[in-house]
């Protein structure tokens, strides 16, 4: 027999988790759009060549030109991928590309040299005092010829997905995690 001073127990509120759940999912998504969102790319395909041009939005902050002006080499790394859509199916890579724009500044005579690889050839190099010239070198390329058409099917669907990172990793680049931010552009292969 219950004692008439204590309450009978309250129903568990199952809602309640289930509503902390929807919350978590919100923000991861939009986590995900925001990352989707950092860098623009746009595709172009011309001479048997695909052509990539690729912009980090604010990728150059306040703390990356503070770590550049102390003379560390500072790389940022845009990993790019040629990818064919499966429906129903896992995408598959076609080819991949490694872009790495690096700018080193000598302190003694004020002046950056900054350096572009394409999977390790060196494809440009040059000396500035411009800050400016050095910001839209590492956050910006564009019409690099990086895929060749050959193995692409005719009226099938494409995109390029890229991916970017920063060395040194104190450098506190505008994405927390270290995946970096990305951005990816589809394309419809004609020939």
């Known amino acids: 027999m219950r004692s008439p001073l204590r309450p009978a127990p309250a129903?568990?509120?199952?809602?309640?988790?289930?509503?902390?759940?929807c919350a978590l999912a919100v923000i991861v998504s939009g986590v995900v759009l925001y990352a989707d969102g950092g860098i623009r790319v746009i595709?172009?395909?011309?001479?048997?060549?695909?052509?990539?041009?690729?912009?980090?939005?604010?990728?150059?902050t306040d703390e990356v030109r503070e770590v550049v002006r102390s003379g560390l080499r500072t790389t940022f790394t845009y990993t790019i991928e040629l990818r064919l859509e499966v429906p129903v199916w896992v995408d598959r890579t076609m080819a991949?590309?490694?872009?790495?724009?690096?700018?080193?500044?000598?302190?003694?005579?004020?002046?950056?040299?900054?350096?572009?690889?394409?999977?390790?050839?060196?494809?440009?190099?040059?000396?500035?005092?411009?800050?400016s010239v050095v910001r839209q070198w590492m956050t910006t390329f564009d019409r690099l010829p990086l895929f060749r058409t050959a193995s692409l099917e005719p009226d099938?669907?494409?995109?390029?997905?890229?991916?970017a990172t920063a060395r040194p990793r104190s450098?506190?680049?505008i994405w927390p995690w270290a995946s970096g931010p990305s951005g990816q552009a589809k394309f419809t292969f004609i020939r």
């Open 96 to 131: 991949g590309v490694v872009v790495n724009n690096t700018v080193q500044y000598d302190n003694l005579t004020r002046r950056h040299t900054v350096t572009r690889t394409i999977d390790g050839r060196i494809e440009g190099a040059r000396d500035t005092d411009d800050e």
């Open 11 to 21: 129903p568990r509120d199952y809602r309640f988790g289930l509503r902390l759940w």
């Open 43 to 60: 595709p172009l395909v011309r001479d048997d060549m695909v052509l990539v041009s690729c912009e980090l939005a604010d990728g150059f």
């Open 156 to 163: 099938r669907d494409y995109y390029i997905r890229v991916r």
């Open 171 to 173: 450098v506190p680049f």
